[in-house]
């Protein structure tokens, strides 16, 4: 069978963990019994302690115990761990199991685990939307995505957060076992089978500063009004009433991305709506968004997001 470490502690978030044993459990009940998948908890401890949500959980093993030979290994994440110490013991087990994995990778914040292990370093990456500043700071080596639902790097899987497991646990029983399967599992755990567009579509990821009275305040109120203008640093600094030098120095300290990264996703996030709410052609929606033109619509989408606007509107369309 295909061996799975699924490597958790106490305040692990029990979503992160039962998500993906889930989608290999059933992907179990499809394929063969010697080609399914077979998943160890490994711990701290063997007692059980508890999850975030107060969930008992029990592992099979210790960090200790735990042997290279599985073939995949992943990390679970929890609420506390993007500000936990890090736990030299976990990153043992981790160099000890790793080395010898075909795949590994983390779920949701577990990517600060890998990080403190080391392993994030030049590696494209992902966690949940509200982390990913926090660990591009503390990994500045990490090539990190505050956008993908998971990304695989080489060897290394990272999924965004929480629910993304199980999208990330679907694309690799899709690479082991082929769409039919996959599609299989969703349609059992009554989920999107691939699901398309970044995390971001679940989260305010274009929030307005605190001080609404604050230049940056009013630069924000301005895009988000003028998103059919050219929004060039110069134009922006003048509304703020600042040099554009310092405007972009400021701007980027209080809203952790530089004006025209800002500008870009306030113009993308304004379009998700417009593909998932109404039935306006891509031409007007690249117009009314300040794309331009399609072809500039579809490049943008297709960095941030990895996927085209049709694809986005199938994926996430609303009856």
């Not at 110069?234 to 300290?253: K, T, V």
Request: charged share 20%.
């Amino acid at each position: 069978m295909r061996s799975v470490a699924m490597i958790i502690f106490p305040g692990v978030q029990a979503l992160d963990v039962s998500g993906p044993l889930d989608a290999f459990a059933e992907a179990n009940v499809f394929i063969a019994d010697d080609d399914g998948y077979r998943v160890t908890l490994i711990g701290p401890e063997r007692e059980p302690f508890r999850a975030s949500n107060g969930m008992l959980l029990a592992p099979d093993l210790t960090y200790e115990e735990a042997e290279p030979g599985f073939q995949l290994v992943l990390v679970a994440g929890g609420p506390g761990l993007p500000e936990a110490a890090p736990d030299p013991r976990l990153a043992a087990c981790l160099h000890a199991i790793v080395g010898a994995a075909a795949r590994y990778g983390s779920i949701c914040t577990g990517a600060f685990a890998l990080g403190h292990a080391g392993l994030l370093d030049g590696r494209m990456v992902t966690t949940h939307w509200q982390n990913a500043p926090v660990l591009a700071r503390m990994f500045p080596e990490a090539n990190v995505d505050f956008d993908r639902i998971y990304i695989r790097d080489g060897a290394l899987l990272t999924s965004a957060g929480v629910t993304a497991g199980i999208d990330l646990a679907l694309s690799i029983i899709n690479e082991d076992h082929g769409s039919a399967v996959a599609l299989a599992v969703a349609k059992r755990l009554v989920v999107v089978a691939q699901r398309q567009g970044g995390q971001s579509q679940f989260s305010p990821y274009i929030s307005a500063p605190s001080e609404e009275s604050s230049p940056i305040a009013k630069v924000y109120q301005h895009v988000m009004a003028h998103l059919r203008d050219r929004l060039s640093v110069a134009d922006l600094a003048e509304r703020a009433g600042m040099s554009p030098r310092n405007f972009a120095r400021a701007f980027a300290q209080q809203v952790q991305a530089t004006p025209a990264e800002f500008v870009e996703q306030a113009r993308v996030d304004a379009a998700r709506n417009l593909l998932e709410g109404s039935d306006l052609a891509l031409k007007a929606i690249a117009f009314e968004c300040g794309f331009g033109n399609v072809q500039r619509m579809r490049l943008v989408f297709a960095k941030r997001l990895g996927v085209t606007p049709n694809q986005y509107r199938a994926s996430f369309r609303r009856d």
